[in-house]
């Protein structure tokens, strides 16, 4: 478990597969620091290994606000992750908007996601091509 300065926690689990790098997500919420941190776990671990693309799960019960989102989404950027394809899935709906929402801005920075709310899709999506 991983705690920054703002006492969010989360728990970040990583699965390596021949050709993507699995990561889920547990936190009863984040802040942009937490977000932060834990993209940045999961950018070295893409780098160190090579991984070219990431199924990214998330079982998180609070969100955060748009404003963080659109900074969280747009920092992505700066981590790398132009270069990786990233299938996010949150099956919580109510998280839709938000998270739809981080990947029109990553799309619009050049960036190459989706969002699903079920895992067997979302790594149908990713092993494509």
Do not use: C
């Not at 977000?35 to 776990?41: R, V």
């Not at 199924?55 to 998180?60: E, G, R, T, Y």
């Not at 709310?117 to 091509?129: G, H, R, T, V, Y």
């Amino acid at each position: 478990m991983r705690e920054n300065q703002m006492d969010a926690t989360y728990e970040i689990k990583f699965v390596f597969h021949p050709d993507y790098l699995y990561t889920h997500v547990f936190a009863e919420g984040l802040s942009l620091n937490a977000s932060h941190d834990l993209w940045a776990e999961i950018a070295d671990e893409s780098r160190l290994l090579s991984f070219k693309k990431v199924l990214f799960a998330v079982d998180i019960i609070k969100q955060i606000n748009l404003l963080d989102v659109f900074q969280a989404a747009s920092d992505l950027v700066g981590m790398g992750f132009t270069g990786i394809k990233i299938a996010f899935v949150n099956p919580n709906p109510s998280h839709y908007n938000n998270t739809k929402f981080a990947e029109i801005v990553g799309d619009n920075m050049g960036m190459y996601g989706k969002i699903f709310q079920d895992a067997n899709e979302a790594k149908s999506w990713l092993l494509k091509m």
